[in-house]
């Protein structure tokens, strides 16, 4: 069975610009979390997604927001971007009641 | 979710047993221990969780203290491969399903 994946796997971008990332969850699954990693850090929690709908929220700017697909997959979209934003963006997957989440490998942004 | 510990860093010789010390003081009575670990460049993966039974899978034995205060990840025959971030988490086993990650403690293997 396939994991959670993500795309793309890289991305360059420049100050200003939006970008979009995506996630495909494991069948089945209908939850979707998004974290992002910046260098030397663990990841941060920005959004969870169940049943289309916004379950939880991390203290990230309106910039950052996100929706839910009726097949579960999702996207994160980031708009005016800040060098800062630059990070390993990590989807993960799990089905509701139960906890382990189960992690894409990350699209890798560069904001130059 | 309660505040974690870890070292920041630790090392194991191939084939012994890695154990993997997390002090969780403040954790309340409904609050579950997880841990993952991620490899380089990769996605965090779940290794194990418990309340405070000590739990045991084919990965990994998780032993958590009696007044739950702190846990030890043990990887019982570390291998090279084992080399990684280890992540020990708290959190409550309802709700938002947010992970909240410290810095955890990286863990080298060496031969």
């Not at chain 1, 971008?13 to 939850?31: E, F, M, N, W």
């Not at chain 1, 260098?39 to 203290?59: S, T």
């Amino acid at each position: 069975d396939a994991g959670v994946t993500q795309s793309p796997t890289h991305l360059i971008k420049t100050r200003g610009q939006h970008v979009t990332l995506r996630c495909s969850p494991i069948s089945g699954h209908k939850s979707v979390s998004w974290y992002q990693q910046v260098l030397g850090q663990g990841p941060q929690f920005i959004f969870q997604y169940y049943e289309k709908e916004e379950r939880g929220r991390g203290n990230f700017p309106d910039r950052f927001s996100a929706r839910q697909f009726p097949n579960y997959s999702s996207e994160l979209n980031v708009n005016a971007l800040l060098l800062g934003d630059s990070a390993l963006y990590l989807c993960a997957s799990n089905l509701q009641g139960y906890n382990e989440q189960f992690f894409g490998p990350g699209t890798r942004l560069t904001v130059l | 979710d309660a505040k974690t510990t870890q070292p920041p860093s630790m090392d194991c010789a191939e084939g012994r047993a890695a154990n993997l010390p997390c002090n969780h003081s403040t954790i309340s009575g409904n609050e579950y221990v997880y841990w993952y670990r991620q490899i380089h460049s990769q996605g965090p993966q779940y290794i194990i969780h418990g309340l405070k039974n000590n739990e045991t899978n084919e990965m990994a034995s998780l032993i958590i203290t009696e007044d739950r205060k702190s846990s030890t990840l043990i990887l019982p025959h570390a291998t090279l491969r084992d080399t990684a971030v280890y992540y020990c988490i708290v959190r409550v086993d309802q709700g938002a399903q947010k992970l909240v990650f410290g810095q955890g403690t990286r863990l080298t293997i060496n031969p």
